[in-house]
């Protein structure tokens, strides 16, 4: 009996380091359903007050429900085809991004890490900026490269890391060492998530278009 406490704490303590990392690593939606519901409360509050107005005889302050109920009856006689064309089309993608909004989950530029060495802990979670691990990068592609800081850019993105190398005219860079010591760095960070790698050059870029144009 005295080990089941125990063996309980580990399991609560994994739950609460995964919705910590998902909370650092996911942006909230809590601003954009604010938003929408304040335009959904504004509209009926101006109904109600529409139909208190029509009821106790006195003047709308936009348009009484009686007019907006045979505008709304009309609409599809008096309006150009064309615009409504156009407003359904408006109508139909607002819907699909509040969809998409309600239903994928947003993500920020974060990353999380695991120990020292790569090694994955449970326990624990360091969440890194993608600017840093970009940073990060681009210090081991210019040293393998050997390179001024400003001839190298790198990004982090959701599933992968470029690194565009820029040499000075005449000189090439050994685009497969960088990758090989990038791809080594990364994996010591010890990603819950894998980046995959990829390093151009001004080289590589120009056969690409070569075998393109071909």
Do not use: C, F
Request: no cysteine.
């Amino acid at each position: 009996m005295s080990n089941a406490p125990a063996s309980k704490a580990p399991a609560k303590l994994q739950r609460a380091v995964r919705r910590l990392g998902l909370r650092e690593t996911h942006s909230s939606r809590a601003a954009l359903s604010i938003v929408t519901a304040a335009v959904l409360v504004a509209v009926l509050v101006w109904l109600m007050v529409e139909m208190v107005l029509s009821a106790t005889g006195n003047a709308a302050l936009l348009m009484s429900p009686a007019e907006l109920a045979r505008r709304t009856a009309t609409v599809a006689t008096e309006t150009i085809p064309g615009a409504l064309v156009a407003a359904g089309t408006v109508l139909a993608v607002l819907g699909i991004a509040l969809l998409a909004a309600a239903v994928v989950p947003g993500r920020k530029a974060r990353h999380i890490m695991g120990n020292p060495g790569g090694t994955s802990n449970p326990r624990s979670a360091v969440v890194v900026d993608s600017e840093v691990l970009a940073a990060a990068v681009s210090r081991i592609a210019r040293t393998v490269a050997k390179i001024a800081p400003e001839q190298v850019s790198s990004s982090v993105g959701r599933k992968r890391i470029d690194v565009v190398l820029q040499p000075g005219s005449g000189l090439a860079a050994d685009a497969d060492s960088v990758k090989d010591a990038v791809e080594r760095e990364v994996a010591g960070y010890g990603l819950r998530r894998p980046l995959a790698v990829t390093v151009s050059t001004p080289q590589t870029k120009a056969s690409l278009h070569q075998a393109v144009g071909a």
